[in-house]
């Protein structure tokens, strides 16, 4: 996937439907990175254009407030998804397909279709939540289990949860002021 500056796929042909490859293509959908489709002997090589990007991979995400705010970039990217026509439930969500830029503070997916169907859009974010809570060394991981739980058990739309983690985010902030004074 993701080597040297480059993050490249091979897929099986029509993995992307026709409307999201010209969606994805055209630049217009300021969620995903753009992307580039090359059809090779029944295989379609997908290029992601990373220009100031890294995956989160490539990160050590050490703070808890940190890890909150990519947590709500990446809920508000795919609510803002169904806008360019993309199924959430259809995209995987990972550290290596959420790409951060260090300078901007920006976060983009490299949008990969869900290889499973029955992978749902709640499993996939809360598998994500568990990946940057396990680099987190500030002790502070119970706002990470309290969004993982928040999106396990409850059936929130996606807006609800970027509140909670805004609520959280004031909560970790309070909670840090009050332990500096």
């Not at 010209?22 to 059809?39: E, N």
């Not at 407030?65 to 959430?88: H, M």
């Not at 902030?173 to 004074?181: G, I, L, P, S, T």
């Amino acid at each position: 996937m993701w080597n040297n500056s480059e993050f490249r796929l091979t897929l099986e042909e029509n993995t992307f439907r026709d409307y999201e490859k010209i969606m994805l293509t055209s630049g217009d959908c300021s969620c995903f990175m753009p992307m580039v489709f090359i059809g090779e002997d029944g295989e379609e090589v997908v290029c992601y254009d990373c220009s100031g990007f890294a995956p989160l991979s490539s990160y050590r995400v050490e703070k808890t407030d940190d890890a909150l705010y990519i947590l709500e970039c990446v809920f508000l990217l795919v609510g803002r998804s169904v806008e360019y026509l993309i199924t959430p439930a259809k995209i995987t969500i990972s550290t290596d397909t959420v790409f951060y830029n260090k300078e901007t503070g920006q976060v983009k997916i490299a949008y990969v279709p869900t290889k499973d169907e029955s992978t749902s859009i709640r499993n996939n974010l809360a598998q994500f939540a568990e990946q940057l809570k396990e680099d987190i060394c500030d002790g502070k991981q119970e706002y990470l289990d309290n969004v993982i739980k928040f999106i396990t058990y409850h059936n929130y739309y996606i807006r609800e949860m970027v509140n909670k983690i805004g609520l959280f985010k004031r909560q970790l902030y309070a909670e840090c002021q009050q332990a500096d004074a």
